[in-house]
């Protein structure tokens, strides 16, 4: 099974460029989520989306924008490429219910020059 | 107060020896908690999840949740230097959808 597949795993920018990552499940997962992990740090959630057509913010949005068309992917969108967006992303899905855990991708180094 | 506290380490451990990992947790109304792992450079993965107040075991790993006290703590007998990583402790936030906190993460080094 694929399970979480982002692309791609590496990836540098210059200030002020434009790029979306893409994230796909293949496990049927209504929710899937976007987090941002800098050095020392723990996950940070920038946006959620509960199925398709729904997306909300989570606590660190500004500067990034989502979309969810499809069940299966959920792409993450950088406007205007800031040094502090530097970091580690990660794509993870997971069914409905507060119980259900998280999958991940195996994330996406971007580095903003 | 910080939502999710966990101790950064490291915590350094003998090979075979008992591992304990500490997690507390501000919102009493939260239900669901979650222990991953990460090595270094790769991405979490899902080690044991709890819910009910109370031990639950899974091989070498003891998850241990007290609601009470807002107390989560993961437990890892005969610690192996392959268990060396970040652990991760999540709770899930009472937000109307399921949404995960994390806390920063605890360095586990097992040496040999």
């Known amino acids: 099974n694929a399970g979480v597949t982002q692309t791609p795993k590496f990836r540098i920018l210059k200030i002020g460029q434009s790029m979306t990552l893409q994230c796909t499940q293949d496990m049927n997962h209504n929710y899937m989520y976007w987090y941002r992990q800098d050095p020392g740090m723990g996950l940070k959630l920038i946006y959620y989306?509960?199925?398709?057509?729904?997306?909300d913010k989570g606590e660190v949005p500004n500067g990034y924008n989502v979309s969810r068309s499809t069940t299966e992917d959920f792409p993450l969108r950088l406007e205007l490429a800031a040094p502090s967006q530097t970091s580690v992303y990660f794509c993870?899905?997971?069914?409905?219910?507060?119980?259900?855990?998280?999958?991940f991708g195996d994330g996406t180094r971007l580095s903003i020059l | 107060q910080k939502e999710v506290e966990q101790n950064s380490g490291p915590l350094s451990v003998p090979e075979g020896a008992i591992a304990s990992l500490n997690c507390t947790y501000s919102d009493r109304g939260s239900q669901s908690f979650f222990w991953y792992r990460q090595y270094s450079g790769k991405s979490p993965e899902l080690i044991m999840s709890?819910?009910?107040?109370g031990d639950k075991e899974d091989g070498r790993f003891t998850a241990q949740l007290n609601k009470a006290s807002q107390y989560v703590s993961l437990l890892i007998r005969d610690s192996q230097p392959s268990d060396s990583a970040t652990y991760l402790c999540a709770v899930n936030r009472r937000s109307g959808y399921s949404t995960l906190t994390f806390g920063k993460g605890t360095m586990l080094l097992v040496s040999p």
């Open positions: 989306s509960v199925g398709a057509g729904i997306t």
């Open positions: 709890i819910y009910s107040n």
């Open positions: 993870a899905s997971s069914s409905r219910g507060e119980t259900q855990p998280q999958h």
